[in-house]
């Protein structure tokens, strides 16, 4: 048979890498003969916009530029499907194109959103007769996934917040004057990523001095009083905050976020550091910044996780032997089996349980003042920030795959 492989939602340092994993473990199999990609996720299995990928991957040479490329080297898309009782038409199409193409098994490279897809397409197939299976293979950096230890891309995520959150550390305290350095991070509605960059302590630095996540209610007047503690310490303050943290717009002084949402009926969250920042400096009158990491954690291959990489083949390599042992309306899981060292099994569970749901970050994890972590959660992100891929360049720049 030949089976197809898509990948959908935001960009990660990782997606590819499972990409590469379903398509190495294609070649393998002597039940598999052609491996095609979608173009924009499942857009391209309804528009029939497929290409070869041994075409593109005629090597190890490029499948190896394929691991250090970040974002989605077949492209992505956000589009919801509706039920199929109230509009069976992009499902049939669907149908129409794995029937066309001879292909037994579709492998959807996704995030909960895409766990949606891969619940209906797989349900409304089964009832149709049609033996073909469907496999969802986990990525976010949000690490917001049901039942899944950690999502491949977030461990890369995590390592470029650290590392990038250290230099902001050194050049926010060499000068004798009071500041404040507010640093705005991913993460949606969950506090994973942000809750990263506690794994500096580790390496022995004491900021960022404040950590404020969704999980945990936040008020601007506390928000300035654990400021004005941390001041006494400290001649440079530093913050991170979570894009997520539940400010309202009676606390914010205005409406700092669009309100605009995605197809999902997700809202588009940023600017929560910019409005900290001017409370900051009408309130305590002292030098304040706030950066914005923006879209830069997802796609930071430079400074990627080779354990996230490696994982991230891994997982995608486990969907096809899933598929092939003829499981559908899955989604791929890692299980964590001890911190030290650091190992993990790779499961299944069902993608309509992880569906359009969010994983959030523990909050025993917080501290009593809900303005920092605790120990546990170094303990879980340091593992998956471990080991630095090989990166080849040109003219002293990374190169990059393209399809």
């Known amino acids: 048979m030949n089976i197809a492989v898509a990948q959908s939602g935001g960009p990660t340092c990782a997606i590819n890498a499972s990409l590469a994993g379903v398509f190495r473990e294609a070649l393998r199999s002597e039940k598999i003969e052609t491996v095609y990609g979608s173009r924009n996720g499942i857009e391209g299995m309804i528009g029939g916009n497929l290409v070869d990928l041994a075409e593109k991957l005629s090597s190890e040479d490029a499948i190896a530029l394929l691991l250090?490329?970040?974002?989605?080297?077949?492209?992505?898309?956000?589009?919801?499907?509706?039920?199929?009782?109230?509009?069976?038409?992009?499902?049939?199409?669907?149908?129409?194109?794995?029937?066309?193409?001879?292909?037994?098994?579709?492998?959807?490279?996704?995030?909960?959103?895409?766990m949606d897809t891969v619940a209906k397409l797989s349900a409304w197939l089964a009832q149709k007769g049609s033996p073909v299976r469907v496999i969802g293979i986990p990525k976010t950096i949000d690490n917001d996934l049901m039942y899944t230890d950690h999502t491949p891309g977030f461990g890369s995520a995590a390592k470029y917040v650290a590392a990038t959150v250290q230099e902001i550390i050194r050049d926010s305290s060499v000068y004798s004057l009071q500041s404040v350095t507010i640093i705005e991070i991913m993460g949606r509605h969950a506090g994973w990523l942000t809750a990263s960059c506690s794994v500096l302590r580790v390496n022995g630095e004491t900021a960022p001095h404040l950590i404020y996540l969704p999980e945990s209610p936040f008020s601007v007047p506390k928000f300035l009083d654990d400021i004005r503690n941390e001041q006494k310490k400290h001649k440079a303050v530093v913050v991170a905050v979570s894009e997520g943290i539940p400010l309202s717009e009676d606390e914010s002084g205005s409406a700092f976020s669009s309100g605009v949402t995605d197809p999902f009926g997700h809202k588009y969250l940023s600017g929560v550091g910019k409005c900290l920042e001017h409370i900051v400096r009408r309130e305590l009158h002292c030098k304040v910044r706030s950066i914005e990491l923006n879209v830069m954690q997802r796609c930071s291959s430079h400074l990627a996780s080779l354990t996230?990489?490696?994982?991230?083949?891994?997982?995608?390599?486990?969907?096809?032997?899933?598929?092939?042992?003829?499981?559908?309306?899955?989604?791929?899981?890692?299980?964590?089996?001890?911190?030290?060292?650091?190992?993990?099994?790779i499961d299944s569970v069902d993608a309509g349980s992880v569906a359009n749901k969010e994983r959030l970050f523990p909050t025993e994890w917080i501290n009593g003042e809900q303005n920092n972590v605790l120990s546990d959660a170094i303990d879980y992100f340091l593992p998956l920030i471990q080991g630095e891929p090989v990166i080849r360049t040109q003219n002293g720049l990374p190169v990059h795959f393209s399809v």
């Open 68 to 114: 250090q490329t970040p974002s989605t080297a077949l492209g992505s898309c956000r589009r919801k499907l509706p039920s199929a009782e109230e509009d069976p038409t992009p499902y049939e199409a669907v149908l129409a194109t794995l029937q066309r193409y001879g292909i037994g098994a579709f492998f959807y490279i996704g995030g909960n959103d895409s």
């Open 308 to 345: 996230d990489l490696e994982e991230a083949q891994q997982i995608g390599a486990s969907a096809v032997r899933a598929a092939l042992a003829g499981e559908t309306g899955k989604m791929m899981t890692f299980c964590r089996t001890a911190d030290r060292p650091y190992a993990v099994r």
